[in-house]
């Protein structure tokens, strides 16, 4: 007789087993490495939450120590490789297989380990795309997550960095898998319910509170003249004439500028209220001068911000908030949200090519990609209107029929010519692309094509890839705003001078900017303690970002 | 340290009245220029105290660009650089060309 209820009996056997460890629900800390080799089999796939914030220190410290004899080759699904345990696990042969969204911290070492054959690579996903198949073909059986606060049911507030937990959990609770979540503080009742109970099957309570990256703060003092300069080519040149309302910012410091020149300059252009009020973006705080001046009417975030809490709760006409007050995140939706809902995605990256493909993978280092090839990349199942999204559909396709036109998502890569330790920002060939030839990639790591970057704007200009024609057109167009790069300097003059004419490039002159304004005294915050003071003292930084 | 010196023809005088303007800093990565309209209104020259050895193509190249977008006829530059990179380099010419340009205050 056929049996359809297998992996159901297989998961309740695992519960069986680690229910020996546990009162009710709960488990000792000292006992998380007996529970993981009581409910982990060998070659697992195993979510062990961590992104690009929050992270569940405890129980992947938990897993690292366990016997090789009872767990091991477990493949790995989780958004982001960010604790040297992560990868630990892989060294030690706690882990064999890797599919993963980002690794910021550790890419060097990530690098290293896949040219060393040490970790098997999937493959590297943008956020949405891995939660896609958790759902399909990469099902955890077992789930290791980080909450606030538990009751004794298992109820979790997960607080304002609820972040992937609500879909890691569905993904595994719904298919037969196993959910074990560390929490700070096991209390009578959680300020709200944020995970209902019958999901969750073990919890360990931590000794301290689960870690949190402070990624998102950018601290105004580090912004530079060019960044400001470069900031106010993207306001006038593209924020105006879109009139985009609906948008997603990158963590880098061109779009901190851009955040702090709105109150300021933005304001001088008569742009309030007709850009940048609806916005898909963690809790910036070098948007609070922004938020504070009324620029910004709603915005929904994928995680949280270390030090944003009171702030948020204060200003709950603005995020998103729940019964308790605190903001409620959620990454897969706000990926949608920025995919579906947002007319433009803006940021920054290390590499872009003649085509305007672009990466964050250099030879070195494998950094992943987050977010940013789902907000930046045009939406096919689109279906509703906006006028930049018509506008920037009809520059790419003038001849069609307005009413059987695709509009087009602003894709705006933003830097300057030259990044850090002046590296240039433009190459001929993508480090991504050596990269693939020498680890046999299927595919090169691109963050972002180039056939869905609409704009590059560099302190030189801004190049509007959407009017050019062909395939020549476009390279000029990069090399226009590429400044003195190898890349820029290989330019054909005349032909860069031809495509300025026809508003394909447009420098800081041709939009009418001041080189004067590009001065820090025209950022709404210059310091993080500006940025306090604009908050009310409802923004309490963290103390790296404190130098008073 | 390194010097170097530029000599060039422009299309036309720079305007405005002012005779002499400072802009920037001497710091890491950043440069000080001083701009005196000393010379006759074709001319334009552009003097410069690097700490950065062996960039004399991509300061010409900078340069170059500089006087075709500007036409800082009449204008002498002095430049105290402190290693900035040619993107700040540029910057800073069209600023300290725009402030000379403006009225005296």
């Known amino acids: ?548 | 340290m390194e010097d170097l010196s530029f000599q060039h023809r422009a299309r036309e005088r720079a305007g405005g009245t002012r005779q002499t303007a400072i802009i920037g800093v001497v710091a890491s990565g950043n440069l000080e220029v001083l701009v005196e309209r000393i010379l006759s209104d074709a001319e334009c020259r552009l003097e410069i105290k690097t700490a950065a050895v062996g960039f004399g193509e991509v300061w010409n190249a900078v340069i170059v660009d500089f006087v075709e977008r500007y036409s800082p006829g009449g204008l002498k530059f002095s430049i105290n650089d402190g290693g900035a990179r040619p993107d700040t380099v540029s910057l800073r010419l069209a600023q300290a060309v725009r402030l000379i340009e403006e009225d005296d205050q």
Request: glycine letters at 8%; charged letters at 25%; a neutral charge.
């Open chain 1, 1 to 548: 007789m056929t049996t359809w209820q297998r992996h159901r009996e297989a998961r309740d056997a695992r519960i069986e087993a680690g229910s020996r460890l546990a009162r009710g629900k709960i488990v000792e800390a000292s006992d998380a490495t007996r529970l993981m080799e009581a409910v982990i089999r060998p070659g697992d796939r195993v979510c062990l939450e961590g992104d690009n914030q929050k992270q569940a220190d405890l129980l992947s410290s938990a897993l690292l120590a366990v016997d090789l004899a009872k767990v091991n080759d477990l493949h790995m699904v989780q958004s982001g490789v960010v604790l040297p345990e992560h990868l630990d696990l892989f060294d030690r042969g706690v882990a064999k297989k890797l599919d993963y969204a980002y690794s910021g911290p550790q890419s060097a070492r990530i690098a290293r380990m896949l040219f060393g054959g040490k970790i098997e690579l999937g493959a590297v996903h943008t956020y949405l795309e891995l939660f896609a198949r958790y759902f399909i073909d990469l099902t955890p059986h077992v789930a290791l997550i980080a909450a606030v606060s538990a009751d004794r049911d298992g109820n979790l507030y997960t607080g304002p960095n609820t972040e992937d937990t609500p879909t890691v959990v569905e993904a595994t609770a719904f298919k037969d898998g196993v959910v074990i979540a560390q929490v700070n503080e096991i209390v009578d009742r959680v300020p709200r319910v944020d995970i209902p109970a019958d999901r969750v099957h073990f919890i360990v309570k931590a000794e301290k509170p689960f870690f949190v990256e402070p990624l998102f703060t950018r601290d105004p003092a580090a912004i530079t003249e060019g960044q400001i300069l470069t900031a106010m080519l993207a306001i006038k040149g593209i924020y105006a004439p879109y009139g985009v309302q609906r948008l997603n910012h990158g963590i880098g410091f061109s779009t901190a500028a851009i955040e702090l020149l709105l109150p300021t300059y933005g304001e001088k252009l008569g742009l309030k209220g007709k850009v940048a009020s609806h916005f898909a973006l963690n809790p910036h705080p070098a948007l609070i001068p922004a938020i504070e001046s009324g620029w910004v009417q709603q915005i929904h975030s994928f995680g949280s911000e270390v030090g944003m809490d009171e702030y948020i709760r204060a200003r709950s006409d603005v995020y998103f908030t729940g019964p308790d007050g605190s903001l409620r995140s959620n990454r897969a939706f706000c990926q949608t949200a920025g995919l579906y809902a947002c007319d433009m995605f803006i940021g920054s990256t290390l590499q872009i090519d003649l085509q305007g493909n672009s990466s964050t993978v250099t030879t070195s280092r494998i950094a992943g990609f987050g977010g940013a090839p789902n907000m930046g990349a045009d939406a096919r199942g689109r279906r509703h209107p906006s006028e930049p999204w018509l506008k920037a559909g009809a520059e790419a396709d003038p001849e069609s029929s307005a009413l059987l036109r695709r509009g087009r998502k602003l894709v705006v890569q933003i830097g300057e010519t030259f990044g850090d330790k002046n590296v240039p920002l433009f190459v001929e060939k993508l480090d991504a692309l050596t990269l693939a030839e020498k680890l046999n990639l299927e595919l090169a790591p691109i963050m972002i094509y180039g056939d869905d970057v609409t704009h590059i704007v560099t302190e030189e200009g801004v190049a509007n890839l959407l009017l050019c024609r062909n395939d020549h057109e476009r390279e000029q167009a990069i090399r226009g705003v590429a400044g003195y790069t190898e890349v820029g300097r290989g330019r054909d003059r005349n032909m860069v001078e031809r495509l300025r004419q026809r508003g394909v490039i447009r420098r800081p002159e041709d939009l009418g900017i001041n080189p004067l304004d590009a001065d820090r005294s025209m950022l709404a915050a210059r310091s993080i303690k500006d940025l306090v003071r604009w908050s009310g003292g409802l923004y309490t930084p963290p103390s790296k970002f404190r130098n008073w």
